[in-house]
């Protein structure tokens, strides 16, 4: 959900098996996380329960693919 209050998960539909990269930033432009997750960990890894209140740019990225969410923490 958007805003989340704990944490939240990724769905990512894709028939690749390339690393998936996930980056946090903070909406002044710094970085909170990186990771990187195979496709087959997609499903259980959860984001942001370490984070303060605010807002979140998350960028997922898969080979040529991009996505960038915003996201708000309660």
């Known amino acids: 959900p958007n805003p989340f209050a704990e944490n939240f998960k ?4 894709t028939s690749s098996e ?3 990269k996930v980056s946090v930033y903070d ?3 710094k970085q909170v996380e990186q990771r990187q997750i195979n496709v087959s960990d997609v499903a259980s ?3 942001g329960s370490g984070y303060p209140s605010g807002v979140y740019n998350v960028i997922v990225t898969q ?3 991009i ?7 309660r």
């Open 10 to 13: 990724l769905d990512v539909n």
């Open 18 to 20: 390339e690393v998936i």
């Open 27 to 29: 909406m002044i432009g």
């Open 45 to 47: 890894f959860e984001v």
């Open 63 to 65: 080979g040529e693919n």
């Open 67 to 73: 996505q960038t969410l915003r996201v708000i923490k």
